[in-house]
């Protein structure tokens, strides 16, 4: 695949836990121009293994002088966010992938809900440009732990403050799920991005009502879970890998030198799915690619966030 | 690079004819004796030097005659170029696409100045020189999509990526072997797909599709498709067809190598970056059973794909009426020695 190389332009923090960079084309030129709800992967080579995160692009599609993410700073890293945070300076050079879209808004929406919480604001800030600029009928409703969390507001109440509502939680203001979808014109669109928990709810609640599932959109970037270390056999490479707790059958395979299909790493896009042929313990499916009739009939797997509790784990690759 | 454009005809007196280095560089699509329908999608990288993959879009002698066919197809149906309302900027990431592209790789044929957003386009084979502002399409003589698509070889549809599938909302189409842009604008990818035969049993139409669905920039793929045109017509379309569907009775195995010709599909797809859209290119390459045989590794290999071709690929490929002809044509360079696998000529 086909990688672009950036370099860090300057680095702030914006709320407690989350840094923006912002990155320019490390060769001095134009970076490619993206639609707003994409990501780029960020290859981060830490000492002894390599980590790569998926983040969503914040600033303006259209400008290709540089592009800005938001790292928040995850308590349970396995060091991918920690790395961000701790290893990255002024002036680093970063390998990341093209931008992907697996979070587009739909060109033939009426109208267009936009649901953050917390760090997910991010894709809806490029969005937002997109939807300015196409004259596009949205409203985004924003919700954050406290004022120190408010990642962004004061920037959307500058840009958008008509389009835009912000729920504190810490002065008791919630987003009532319920009402806000009933009162949405037909042929609305919602999109939701933040914490599992506030994803789950909106998108079971908006189910519940009737909307068409092609009208509910979610991103979630998933990291690979922890687990107990097992052997993962390759059929058609003959090899056997040893995947420790910490890692993802995919870096475990890439370390390996296995050349394993991937695109988002999170669990969203399906690219990297693997045919099972044996274990002799059970899947741990942690994506949100495969249907639950995929994950119960134990033939496929996503190596990028998904494991399995084993001793071998015999995959077609 | 120097290309010399050749003056001649895909209709009424059919003058197209490849020249010797055309034919060399013919993407012959048959690497064993047996064709079967299959996914076939490989990295669209550039190279070898000379080949029709050099470069990102293939330039060649027959481009300012095939410009003209083209026009001539609009001008009689304007229809054959369409885009839903929400594909514009879909249509100006192609402009941007084919411009750039055509730019870089043919300086000596194309010129593409940027100052901001105004930007010249200028096109010396085709005689055209254009300023505008890239995103007004006010400042166009028409969309930038038809403006493009009219100056780059093959058929263009833009894909609109929605509801986990993928839907034709624009295309500019003409030279299509037999569907027809008027019925397929708007559709998704299973409805486009639906009448191809041996491929659901396969599930080749499922996991295509969920390979273009993560289809990067930067990344394009391609793949060869076929069939066969009597003459070397660029309009098949089903809305013509009373011009050109007769012409199959006319086939018999003493004028096959002049009348029959490999019809061979360059498909090629981007990802576009402001549209999040895929361009899907096709690009057609015709050569005539005569000239095919100036390589006769060639002709005992098609010779041996369309005697055997499954009878439901015979059928859907509208070859049904001629193919004995054909086959009885090509007999006489296939004397059944083993000729290993590879699509390269001798």
Same mark, same amino acid.
């Given at each position: 695949?086909?990688?672009?190389?950036?370099?860090?332009?300057?680095?702030?923090?914006?709320?407690?836990?989350?840094?923006?960079?912002?990155?320019?084309?490390?060769?001095?030129?134009?970076?490619?121009?993206?639609?707003?709800?994409?990501?780029?992967?960020?290859?981060? @080579?830490a !000492?002894?293994?390599?980590?790569?995160?998926?983040y969503?692009?914040?600033?303006?599609?259209?400008? %290709?002088?540089?592009?800005?993410?938001?790292?928040?700073?995850? @308590?349970?890293? %396995?060091?991918?966010?920690?790395?961000?945070?701790?290893?990255?300076?002024?002036?680093?050079?970063?390998?990341?992938?093209?931008?992907?879209?697996?979070?587009?808004?739909?060109?033939?929406?009426?109208h267009?809900?936009?649901?953050?919480g917390?760090?997910?604001?991010? !894709?809806?800030?490029?969005?937002?440009?997109?939807?300015?600029?196409?004259?596009?009928?949205?409203?985004?409703?924003?919700?954050? =732990?406290?004022?120190?969390h408010?990642?962004?507001?004061?920037a959307?109440?500058?840009?958008?403050?008509? =389009?835009?509502?912000?729920?504190?939680?810490?002065?008791?203001?919630?987003?009532?799920?319920?009402?806000?979808?009933?009162?949405?014109?037909?042929?609305?669109?919602?999109?939701?991005c933040? !914490?599992?928990?506030?994803?789950?709810?909106?998108?079971?609640?908006?189910?519940?009502?009737?909307?068409?599932?092609?009208?509910?959109?979610?991103?979630?970037?998933?990291?690979? @879970?922890?687990?107990? !270390?097992?052997?993962?056999?390759?059929?058609?490479s003959?090899?056997?890998?040893?995947?420790?707790?910490?890692?993802?059958?995919?870096?475990?395979?890439?370390?390996?030198?296995?050349?394993?299909?991937?695109?988002?790493?999170?669990?969203?896009?399906? %690219?990297c799915?693997?045919?099972?042929?044996?274990?002799?313990?059970e899947?741990?499916?942690?994506?949100?690619?495969l249907?639950?009739?995929?994950?119960?009939?134990?033939?496929?797997?996503?190596?990028?966030?998904?494991?399995?509790?084993?001793g071998y784990?015999?995959?077609?690759? | 690079?120097?290309?010399?454009?050749?003056? &001649?005809?895909f209709?009424?007196?059919?003058?197209f004819?490849?020249?010797?280095?055309?034919?060399?560089?013919?993407?012959?699509?048959?690497?064993?004796?047996?064709?079967?329908?299959?996914?076939?999608?490989?990295?669209?990288?550039?190279?070898?030097?000379?080949?029709?993959? &050099?470069?990102?879009?293939?330039?060649?002698?027959?481009?300012?005659? &095939?410009?003209? /066919?083209?026009a001539?197809?609009?001008?009689?149906?304007?229809?054959?170029?369409?885009?839903?309302?929400?594909?514009?900027?879909? $249509?100006?990431?192609?402009?941007?696409?084919?411009?750039?592209?055509?730019?870089?790789?043919?300086?000596?044929?194309?010129? #593409?100045?940027?100052?901001?957003?105004?930007?010249?386009?200028?096109?010396?084979?085709?005689?055209?020189?254009?300023?505008?502002?890239?995103? /007004?399409?006010a400042?166009?003589?028409?969309?930038?999509?038809?403006?493009?698509?009219?100056?780059?070889?093959?058929?263009?549809?833009?894909?609109?990526?929605?509801e986990?599938?993928?839907?034709?909302?624009?295309?500019?189409?003409?030279?299509?072997a037999?569907?027809? #842009?008027?019925?397929?604008?708007?559709?998704?990818?299973?409805?486009?797909?639906?009448?191809?035969?041996?491929?659901?049993?396969?599930?080749?139409?499922?996991?295509?599709?969920?390979?273009?669905?993560?289809?990067?920039?930067?990344?394009?793929?391609?793949r060869?498709?076929?069939?066969?045109?009597?003459?070397?017509?660029?309009?098949?379309?089903p809305?013509?067809?009373?011009?050109?569907?007769?012409?199959?009775?006319?086939?018999?195995?003493?004028?096959?190598? $002049? #009348?029959?010709h490999?019809r061979?599909?360059?498909?090629?797809?981007?990802?576009?970056?402001?549209?999040?859209?895929?361009?899907?290119?096709?690009?057609?390459y015709?050569?005539?059973?005569?000239?095919?045989?100036t390589?006769?590794?060639?002709?005992?290999?098609?010779?041996?794909?369309?005697?055997?071709?499954?009878?439901? #690929?015979v059928?859907?490929?509208?070859?049904?009426?001629?193919?004995?002809?054909?086959?009885?044509?090509?007999?006489?360079?296939?004397?059944?020695?083993?000729?290993?696998?590879?699509?390269q000529?001798?």
């Amino acid at each position: 695949m086909s990688q672009l190389q950036v370099k860090v332009a300057a680095i702030d923090d914006v709320s407690a836990g989350v840094r923006h960079f912002t990155l320019v084309d490390a060769h001095g030129g134009e970076l490619p121009a993206f639609s707003g709800g994409s990501h780029i992967v960020v290859t981060m @080579p830490a !000492p002894g293994r390599t980590y790569r995160n998926a983040y969503s692009l914040l600033s303006s599609p259209e400008n %290709r002088a540089h592009y800005e993410i938001a790292v928040h700073r995850q @308590p349970q890293s %396995r060091g991918g966010s920690i790395y961000m945070h701790e290893q990255v300076k002024v002036g680093s050079v970063l390998d990341i992938s093209y931008p992907v879209n697996l979070f587009a808004l739909s060109r033939v929406a009426k109208h267009h809900l936009l649901i953050a919480g917390g760090i997910g604001i991010t !894709p809806f800030m490029a969005q937002i440009h997109d939807l300015e600029r196409l004259g596009g009928d949205y409203s985004l409703h924003y919700g954050f =732990r406290s004022r120190e969390h408010a990642a962004f507001a004061d920037a959307l109440k500058a840009r958008v403050s008509q =389009r835009a509502v912000c729920y504190d939680e810490s002065l008791g203001q919630r987003m009532d799920f319920e009402a806000l979808l009933r009162a949405q014109p037909l042929g609305t669109h919602v999109y939701a991005c933040g !914490p599992q928990g506030m994803v789950e709810a909106l998108v079971s609640t908006a189910r519940g009502l009737g909307w068409p599932e092609h009208h509910i959109h979610s991103e979630q970037f998933l990291a690979p @879970p922890v687990g107990e !270390p097992f052997t993962l056999k390759l059929s058609k490479s003959e090899l056997e890998i040893t995947v420790q707790g910490d890692m993802s059958m995919l870096e475990a395979m890439e370390a390996a030198g296995v050349d394993a299909p991937s695109l988002c790493r999170g669990g969203a896009c399906g %690219r990297c799915e693997l045919e099972v042929l044996g274990t002799d313990g059970e899947l741990q499916h942690h994506d949100h690619y495969l249907s639950d009739a995929d994950k119960a009939s134990g033939r496929k797997i996503m190596p990028c966030v998904s494991r399995a509790k084993c001793g071998y784990l015999e995959l077609n690759l | 690079m120097s290309l010399a454009f050749k003056q &001649e005809t895909f209709r009424d007196d059919y003058t197209f004819r490849n020249s010797p280095e055309a034919i060399r560089r013919f993407p012959f699509p048959f690497p064993e004796d047996q064709y079967m329908y299959s996914v076939n999608i490989e990295p669209h990288t550039a190279g070898p030097k000379g080949a029709v993959t &050099e470069f990102t879009l293939d330039v060649d002698e027959h481009y300012v005659a &095939e410009c003209r /066919d083209k026009a001539i197809t609009l001008e009689q149906d304007p229809g054959r170029c369409a885009s839903l309302p929400h594909m514009m900027d879909a $249509e100006w990431d192609f402009l941007e696409f084919t411009m750039e592209s055509l730019a870089r790789d043919y300086p000596e044929q194309f010129n #593409l100045s940027k100052n901001g957003k105004e930007w010249t386009w200028v096109n010396r084979p085709l005689g055209l020189e254009q300023s505008f502002v890239f995103g /007004d399409a006010a400042t166009l003589p028409m969309g930038p999509f038809e403006y493009m698509g009219r100056q780059v070889q093959g058929d263009f549809v833009l894909l609109d990526q929605r509801e986990d599938t993928l839907f034709a909302d624009a295309g500019i189409v003409t030279s299509q072997a037999d569907w027809s #842009l008027a019925f397929n604008v708007g559709m998704s990818w299973h409805e486009w797909h639906g009448p191809v035969p041996q491929v659901t049993k396969l599930g080749v139409m499922d996991r295509a599709l969920k390979f273009l669905m993560s289809l990067q920039q930067a990344n394009p793929v391609r793949r060869l498709n076929w069939t066969m045109t009597i003459n070397p017509r660029l309009d098949t379309s089903p809305e013509n067809y009373p011009l050109w569907g007769g012409d199959r009775n006319k086939v018999n195995e003493q004028n096959a190598g $002049e #009348l029959a010709h490999l019809r061979v599909e360059l498909q090629t797809l981007f990802r576009m970056p402001r549209s999040n859209a895929i361009v899907f290119s096709i690009r057609c390459y015709l050569i005539s059973m005569e000239e095919m045989a100036t390589y006769p590794r060639w002709a005992k290999r098609f010779h041996r794909v369309l005697r055997d071709l499954h009878p439901d #690929l015979v059928e859907y490929k509208g070859i049904t009426k001629y193919q004995q002809a054909v086959v009885a044509w090509l007999s006489r360079f296939d004397d059944g020695a083993d000729i290993g696998i590879g699509t390269q000529p001798e």
